[in-house]
T-cell receptor, first 109, second 114 residues
Framework: GQNIDQPTEMTATEGAIVQINCTYQ??????LFWYQQHAGEAPTFLSY??LDGLEEKGRFSSFLSRSKGYSYLLLKELQMKDSASYLC??????????WGAGTKLIIKP | DVKVTQSSRYLVKRTGEKVFLECVQD?????MFWYRQDPGLGLRLIYF???????EKGDIPEGYSVSREKKERFSLILESASTNQTSMYLC?????????????FGEGSRLTVL
């Protein structure tokens, strides 16, 4: 089946760190993806994890634990431009992406 | 710079009208996708295509059809629009070997059906 969850909305302060969690349940798994979507714009690719562990890419890092069905996106040194929705998706056994509903991140000064 | 272009950002149509949503990509991608995005729901796959003249149903194909006559163009057709098809429609493309799962999205077409 398709089951993926992430918080609906989070608020954080400029300059701080925020962690956005994503949990999933699937019998077939080919990787976990994070996309960023600013309001009114196209989603853009942030990261891909297929093995357990942390992948760092500048201010953004993504973590995966396949045994726990869990991933998080870590954003450091938050900037106002990081206000966006963050979409989590896993790739199933048919190589199709199954999407979470997205987490709206609000950054306050 | 890679680009996926959707023909209309905003459309307003009446129930029963035929609606065409066009998508063009300039990256020579084999794979193209149509999703709809609704508040509180994840992206839902309507149709996809791995090659010219080829199409596959996604999770919610009912009420929609597609056409892929050229590699760079993937069209979504609503034969008879209904109010429950009011939504944001996103087109995306990728290389055939989508190992990393990176999709390139258009900016979306917001359709309102009255």
């Amino acid at each position: 089946g398709q089951n993926i969850d992430q918080p609906t909305e989070m608020t954080a302060t400029e300059g701080a760190i925020v962690q956005i969690n994503c949990t999933y349940q699937t019998s077939g798994f080919n990787g976990l993806f994070w996309y960023q979507q600013h309001a009114g714009e196209a989603p853009t690719f942030l990261s891909y994890n297929v093995l357990d562990g942390l992948e760092e890419k500048g201010r953004f890092s993504s973590f995966l634990s396949r045994s726990k069905g869990y991933s998080y996106l870590l954003l450091k040194e938050l900037q106002m431009k990081d206000s966006a929705s963050y979409l989590c998706a896993y790739m199933d056994s048919n190589y199709q992406l199954i999407w979470g509903a997205g987490t709206k991140l609000i950054i306050k000064p | 710079d890679v680009k996926v272009t959707q023909s209309s950002r905003y459309l307003v149509k009446r129930t029963g009208e035929k609606v065409f949503l066009e998508c063009v990509q300039d990256m020579d991608h084999e794979n193209m996708f149509w999703y709809r995005q609704d508040p509180g729901l994840g992206l839902r796959l309507i149709y996809f295509s791995y090659d010219v003249k080829m199409k596959e149903k996604g999770d919610i194909p009912e009420g929609y059809s597609v056409s892929r006559e050229k590699k760079e163009r993937f069209s979504l057709i609503l034969e008879s629009a209904s109010t429950n098809q009011t939504s944001m429609y996103l087109c995306a493309s990728s290389f055939r070997e989508m190992v990393t799962g990176e999709l390139f999205f258009g900016e979306g077409s917001r359709l309102t059906v009255l």
